[in-house]
């Protein structure tokens, strides 16, 4: 090669590296702030300035009241009919469907404990997709993606609460047959899930809120990550991680490397190109949803495990969610 083609060479590479480098540190500031206020509540709780109680209360609050507003907020501002693509929406129903029975055949013959199990799958499957997505998202492809990403997150709240839903409550019953009725009271009562049904007719009606209603919400909806992360660092205890590593490290295993490698083959070999296959990979390879600790904590799941894998997740997700766009800018994906 000569001395020219090399310098040609060498540039070309530049852009790719740089662009690394940005998604890197883009990333990392997404997470960052999320560690710290985990961390916050971890030392709060050891200097005794928040308690049991205080956790308690504030996962009730979230899970009753802050995050259903998050998600109706969320929901009832999108545009329903700019960014519905079925096509894609039908193939994230039918592959996390797909990757969720998997997870719970593969983990039942080695996690004998329901509530270790319920919160194996929920961790290994489920993407804190409103918090980091939607931020990845309109970092790529601006307000087209973040379009795209909203309805995407239409999808998968109501999917990924019914699937948690289940994995909670089925390995808990105690005889092992559960009702099929209570389960799916279970479901219709869920206040996340409520908050989508009711937000879906604004969303495709393009109805608007009421001011004092939209500013009410916006604060219940602002006070979601602040209370359920100090919970979830209140919670962590440091001991339980070294026992209950194996599980954590397999979810986290599942959530950030399998998941993202797997269904985003899966989606380019269907036929998935450019800013479609993209949102997929950034769906797919999210860290484990904040979400998934008030769940667990409130359907009687292992929680200290959920907080495990929500923290390993997250951290993790600063390399391998950088590394997925990285490799889809440099094979011209994106």
Known sequence: MSPYAKIASHQDEIPSVELYLNSLSFTANIVAPIFFIVFLGYLLKRMHIIDDNFINTASKLVFVITLPALVFMSISRTDFHAVFNPE????????ILIFFIGLWVIGKYWIKQPQDLGVFIQGGFRSNYGIIGL?????????SGLAQASLLLALVIPLFNVLSIIALALPAKKTGVSSFSSTVFEIVKNPLIIAVLLALPFSYFDFQLPEVAEKTGRYFANLTLPLALLAIGGSLNLASLRSTSAHATWATISKLILMPLILTFAAWSYGFKGQDLAMLMILFGCPTAAAS?????????????????????????????????????VTAVI
């Open 88 to 95: 894609q929406l039908g193939f994230v129903f039918i592959s």
């Open 135 to 143: 931020a990845v998202s309109y970092n790529l492809f601006s307000d």
């Open 293 to 329: 600790f008030v769940m667990a904590k409130g359907m009687g799941g292992n929680a200290e495990l959920a907080a495990n894998i929500i923290l390993m997740t997250t951290l993790g997700s600063v390399l391998t969610l950088s590394a997925g766009i990285y490799l889809l800018r």
